[in-house]
Nanobody, 110 residues
């Protein structure tokens, strides 16, 4: 199983980024997919989850700003991040537990 994230980078507060995670080696359409993040000195936290049928849930800290989606034809899950804040700065990980990607850095700074 391989999960490969992309789309991280440096963005100013209020800006947007779209993360992508391409999966291989799993029956993607059968599994829940999640994004976690880990900021320096903090525990890894759940950001958003999308179930095989498309139902979603979000951490309170990102509700209304982030949107998770999936394209089963492309074996890819996305995280659209809008109205970014400095406290969103973290390494973002894609997961279909117990499998994890390598992470992609998101830095929100002026």
């Amino acid at each position: 199983v391989q999960l490969v994230e992309s789309g991280g980078g440096l963005v100013e507060p209020g800006g947007s980024l779209r993360l992508s995670c391409a999966a291989s080696g799993i029956s993607f359409n059968l599994y829940a997919m999640s994004w976690y993040r880990q900021a320096p000195g903090k525990q890894r936290e759940l950001v958003a989850t999308i179930l095989p049928g498309g139902a979603t849930n979000y951490a309170n800290s990102v509700k209304g700003r982030f949107a998770i989606s999936r394209d089963n034809a492309k074996n890819t899950v996305y995280l659209q991040m809008n109205s970014l804040k400095p406290e969103d700065t973290a390494v973002y990980y894609c997961t279909s537990i117990p499998h994890w990607g390598q992470g992609t850095q998101v830095t929100v700074s002026s």
